[in-house]
């Protein structure tokens, strides 16, 4: 059976780990999720860029060869992925051997059909940085600006990658599948990219310059350019070309920043694929940016770079997953800090849906410890809680779909409120005072309302909130959602089941120690 593969870029490993790598692993993961419980086989892939300058340069200043500095890092993003809750089914690493062997055969094999050739480049050279720098980057003075400390004209031997023959085939098969890049407007930006004519890709560093790459196969003194080595990941975990790779190939989706889609993921990575004579993956499903409140940039200086891992020993995984999930429209960026942590934190997930629950888990503790009642009435308030249900029903499952998971959340919250209104209204709190027995009608029938809705709303959470959503269930007395096959249908499953004590599911925030 043909997977449902997906995949996230593969993470820079030169040691900073923020908001943004962790979004990537969530929303891929919220995805990831929803078609298991919609009954697809899904093989979900992640990994570390490992090869590098960067990464070759941060080691040498740590004093320790490059590979235990990866591999140190390799635990650490292990670690974030373990809390995340983050649902792979394989993770890759660039310096692991499956996927150096794979580089090598690909490149061996282009080299072979001509479509890489040996050229000389003459150009502008920073010692200090260590790269190539562009005419364009000079004062207006003509001198190089202060960073790039001595800089030397140089011609340098190296072997690139034929890109360019390829363009019009690309922009034609941009056009004839519309869809290839999500959302829309990004592919549009690939294709204006594409109006000026595209250079030939230099694939190799000289091994004088940069020792920490794969080797070239049919040439000892050189290592490959880092992003042609670290795309081929998507395909290298396939175990391509041995037997069973088409299990997963082509990709599902590639989730990907929108700052790594031109030109590496929608420019090179297509014609890598196509002059390789493999099927192009099916989209690229490409995200906005994460940035400080005030919309700065994350970095390091700036102080602004909450570390994820802080959020989730807090708060939990569930509440950092939903945070992340409920704030992002994909399509655009998005920013975050503390306050508006806090504010989805108490205010959706406290007042709202841990609030609904304990109201629910107090009252039945009280009124039907024995089992829940029957909903024995149908008058107006129930039928438009059942409405409303049919309604976000639809709608989340769309939402669901189209990648619109805020939208999703806020639906589903947005069910929870109409939940703790009907309360509201019914006051079965009252009614318990109460010896009529339309009174007690009127109250099993709310409690019993309100648990076959939680019951409902909980099930759309799964993806995002993993535990919270079973621990919701486990409270209502239902196995862990493994499908949603059958657990979306307004019904009475819950008609004498016996509840859970009152619980505290999103505890307030502890104020900060006085310092
Ligand atoms: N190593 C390359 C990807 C190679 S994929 C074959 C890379 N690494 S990265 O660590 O810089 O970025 C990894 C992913 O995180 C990218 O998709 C990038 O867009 C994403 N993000 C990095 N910073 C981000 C935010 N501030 N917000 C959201 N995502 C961001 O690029």
Partial sequence: MKHFYIT???????????????????????????????????????GLDEHGQKVQQKAASEGVEPQAFVDNVAVMFGELIEKLNISNDDFIRTTQPRHKRIVQHILQDLYDRGEIYQGEYKGYYSVRQEQFVAEKERNEDGSWPELYGEVVELVEKNYYFRLSKYQDWLIEFLQQNPDFVLPNFRQKQVLEFLK???????????????????????????????????????????GWPEEGWDRYWPADYHVIGKDILVPAHS????????????????????????????????SKSAGNAVDPLDFIDEFSADAFRYFLTREMNVAQDSEYSRELFLARYNGDLGNNLGNLVSRLLNMAGKNCADGLPAATRNDEPEQNVKAHWEKTREEVLNFYEEFQFHLAMERVMSFCSTLNNYLELRQPWKLAKSDKPEDRETLNTSLAVVAEGLRLATVFLKPVMPTIADRIQ????????????DRLDWGNRLEGQVLGAKTILFPRPQPPAES
Avoid at 16 to 40: C, N, P
Avoid at 268 to 296: D, E, F, N, R, T
Wanted: proline residues 6%.
């Fill in 8 to 46: 996230t870029a593969i993470d820079y490993a030169n040691g900073s780990l923020h908001i943004g790598h962790a979004y990537e692993k969530v929303l891929t993961d919220v995805i990831a999720r929803y078609r298991r419980l919609m009954g697809d086989q899904v093989h979900y892939l992640t």
């Fill in 196 to 238: 000026e004519p595209i250079n030939d890709l230099c694939i190799t560093r000289p091994k004088e310059r940069l020792s920490w790459g794969i080797p070239m196969p049919f040439d000892e003194d050189y290592v490959t350019y880092v992003w042609f080595d670290a795309l081929i990941n998507y395909l290298s975990a396939t």
């Fill in 267 to 298: 420019i090179y990575w297509p014609i890598m694929l196509h002059a390789m004579q493999v099927p192009l993956p099916k989209h690229l499903l490409v995200h906005g940016w994460w940035l400080a409140q005030g919309g700065s940039k994350i």
């Fill in 474 to 485: 486990e409270l209502l007395g239902q196995p862990a959602i493994d499908t949603w096959e």
